[in-house]
Every structure is written in structure tokens, then in C-alpha cells.
């Protein structure tokens, strides 16, 4: 069956760096573009991150817009958001979804505090 697992969450200081992890199977994973939303608490989820299905097109959240970065392995069937310069505001459960014409997949999300 379909599977998206995200890993690599966690509690970060401010400045500090998380690599979030999201190991696809079930499905063509090359064949689907890839995204990262957010949702913190009492807030509207929110697009953060898009790569296209080959990797060589990425978009960006206004917000995270040069501390974060999308990337993909189509070999591992995963793909990662680095993110760096964190910030307080970044805190939300993380998570990945695939999707084509036909499909939407959601992982479960992964937890990423920022806090001192």
C-alpha cells in the first residue's frame, strides 16, 4: 500500500538545523511531484516547499524562501527538506505529500520544535 514516513523531526534551538526525511513506497515515486506542507497550532496549513518529478524546479514559501531547501533521490524513493536558520515561527508539524493528476498522498507529519 502507499507510504510516506516522514523522520528527522525534532526540538532545535533558534539558528539551529533540521534535515526532515520522507521515504516514499507503494506508488511511482519519480513520477509524482513532491511537497512539504506545515501546520502549527490554530494556524492554517501552509505549501512550505515543491520540487517538480525530475528535481530541477523548486518553489518556496515566501517565509522560507533561502533557509530551507527541497531535494530529491528518485533512486531512495525519498525526499528531503533541509532547513536551516531556524526560527520559533517555524515550529509545526511537517509533512510530505505526493502528488500526479490522479493522486494526493500524505504522510503522517513529523514534529519540528524551535524553541530555547
Known amino acids: 500500500q502507499v507510504q510516506l514516513v516522514e523522520s528527522g523531526g525534532g526540538l532545535v534551538q533558534p539558528g539551529g538545523s533540521l534535515r526532515l526525511s520522507c521515504a516514499a513506497s507503494?506508488?511511482?515515486?519519480?513520477?509524482?511531484?513532491m511537497s512539504w506542507y506545515r501546520q502549527a497550532p490554530e494556524k492554517e496549513r501552509e505549501l512550505v516547499a515543491t520540487?517538480?518529478?525530475?528535481?530541477?524546479?523548486?518553489s518556496y514559501a515566501d517565509s522560507v524562501k533561502g533557509r530551507f531547501t527541497i531535494s530529491r533521490d528518485n533512486a531512495k524513493n525519498t525526499v528531503y527538506l533541509q532547513m536551516n536558520s531556524l526560527k520559533p515561527e517555524d515550529t509545526a508539524v511537517y509533512y510530505c505529500?505526493?502528488?500526479?493528476?490522479?493522486?494526493?498522498?500524505w504522510g503522517q507529519g513529523t514534529q519540528v520544535t524551535v524553541s530555547s
Open positions: 507503494g506508488f511511482t515515486f519519480r513520477l509524482y511531484l
Open positions: 520540487i517538480s518529478i525530475n528535481g530541477d524546479g523548486t
Open positions: 505529500t505526493a502528488r500526479n493528476i490522479f493522486n494526493t498522498y
